[in-house]
């Protein structure tokens, strides 16, 4: 007896605080609410672009490491081909050559002109030194294409970033003999999301549009179901998640996700209905014309329609009348 007094002292005093204007009852229902299913995305570039070597030679320079950000037609670093250099040479030494005959074919062709208007010479003469001129001339404009043609490959040795964005991967080291094709540095760009690898048994409560709640670098973001992949891998599906705000830093860095598959029915009470007093949690429930508090074991916090909930597991029932202030 002295116990039931004591219980019924405590809920006296805890209670007798609020007026009829101070409390307001809820009617308890049960709520549909998303089941949560927590598994880890790994953050993923939209594009991952190759900077690729146009020209097989020896790499002299090279500017960016690991972690660098460059813009797109930024020199990362440049190739040489000594050959090239040594072509280049080779035909201005014969465009020299060709300069000089063309010269001399010139003065020959003015003088045998002046000599067929005088009738020294015939006109078949003439005529022979004017298809040599152009005989010169079509050479010489060969070889100013042909020296255009090395200058170009000498001007690929520039390796560019073929877009904006973070460098990821450089195979290559300076002073290293690569290929035309070869891979110099991998950019990733275009941004960052974020792709969740789930299991099969999720697979038909998966919705795309479906919000996604993320914990990434201490901070709680939301995100957007894009994209779920029809093909199963591993047992696994794949899945696309937009998030605005998302730390990139690093790529392929592993976040914590929690995404909706299905639904359950929970009971949930006001936040500032709770009481808790020697770590454990009372809400004050009214029976009749009396208010009591019952001890209760609370969930996770859930805020509903802009509002802070807390899911009640065990001490409440549907049809529970809550005393809230």
Do not use: C, W
Request: avoid cysteine; hydrophobic fraction near 45%.
């Amino acid at each position: 007896m002295q116990k039931s007094a004591l219980i019924t002292l405590l809920a006296a005093m805890t209670t007798g605080g609020l007026t009829a204007a101070q409390a307001t009852d809820l009617k308890l229902a049960t709520v549909s609410i998303p089941e949560m299913k927590a598994v880890y995305g790994q953050i993923q570039p939209r594009n991952s672009v190759l900077a690729r070597a146009r020209l097989g030679g020896t790499m002299v320079r090279l500017d960016v490491t690991e972690g660098d950000l460059v813009k797109a037609g930024d020199v990362i670093a440049e190739i040489k081909d000594d050959k090239i250099d040594f072509q280049i040479k080779a035909v201005d030494a014969q465009l020299q050559g060709l300069d000089a005959s063309m010269k001399d074919a010139k003065v020959e062709l003015d003088r045998a002109d002046r000599l067929v208007r005088s009738g020294a010479a015939s006109t078949q003469r003439l005529d022979q030194l004017r298809t040599q001129l152009d005989v010169i001339t079509n050479q010489v404009r060969q070889a100013e294409a042909q020296r255009s043609v090395l200058v170009q490959q000498a001007s690929e040795g520039a390796v560019v970033a073929p877009s904006d964005g973070r460098v990821i991967s450089v195979p290559v080291t300076r002073d290293a003999v690569v290929m035309a094709g070869e891979t110099v540095a991998t950019i990733a760009g275009g941004g960052f999301f974020l792709r969740l690898a789930i299991p099969e048994r999720h697979a038909h409560e998966l919705t795309q549009g479906a919000p996604i709640r993320i914990e990434a670098g201490g901070e709680k973001l939301q995100g957007e179901l894009v994209k779920i992949y029809p093909q199963i891998e591993g047992g696994r599906v794949t899945a696309d998640v937009e998030v605005e705000g998302l730390d990139t830093d690093f790529v392929a860095a592993r976040v914590l996700v929690e995404l909706p598959v299905g639904e359950r029915e929970a009971l949930l009470v006001p936040a500032e209905s709770l009481t808790n007093r020697a770590g454990i949690d009372f809400v004050a429930v009214r029976e009749g014309d009396e208010v009591v508090e019952r001890a209760v074991v609370v969930g996770e916090a859930i805020e509903l329609e802009g509002a802070p909930q807390i899911e009640i597991l065990s001490g409440l029932a549907a049809g529970d009348v809550v005393v809230t202030k």
